[in-house]
């Protein structure tokens, strides 16, 4: 038991492990920012077009069951919004990760062979 609680300490003390934790906290944090921009802004916007239409209250009896087909409908939508928010909003942080990675470098200092070879050059253009 003894040695199973050190290799447990060891696998919490990793770097990976607290990185993992690290992600879950922003991502729920994020979570509930897209959920915001779907809820607040987005299904609003949508509203618009579609006549504030919601799905969540549609329903139907079997028996003495209620079937609310509409929650189903309602969620995968929300899902699909959400895919597509945070889809964009990743496709825009490669794009600036991108432009980061792909300026080019400042060229390089020439060497004093360069210089050299450059003042023999407009020396020579002087005298002709």
């Known amino acids: 038991m003894k040695k199973f609680m050190e290799e447990f300490k060891q696998f919490i003390a990793r770097g990976n492990v607290m990185d993992m934790a690290v992600g879950v906290i922003i991502g729920g944090a994020f979570g509930t920012i897209t959920t915001s921009l779907v809820n607040d802004i987005v299904m609003p916007i949508l509203g618009i077009f579609t006549g504030s239409i919601s799905f969540a209250d549609l329903s139907m009896e079997v028996g003495s069951a209620v079937i609310s087909y509409g929650?189903?409908?309602?969620?995968?939508?929300?899902?699909?919004?959400?895919?597509?928010?945070?889809?964009?909003?990743?496709?825009?942080?490669?794009?600036?990760h991108r432009k980061k990675e792909e300026a080019p470098p400042a060229p390089p200092e020439p060497s004093n062979e360069e210089k050299l070879l450059t003042e023999i050059r407009d020396l020579l253009k002087e005298k002709r």
Not at 80 to 91: P, Q
């Open 71 to 96: 929650n189903f409908i309602q969620a995968v939508l929300n899902f699909l919004i959400m895919a597509f928010v945070v889809f964009c909003l990743i496709k825009t942080i490669n794009k600036f």
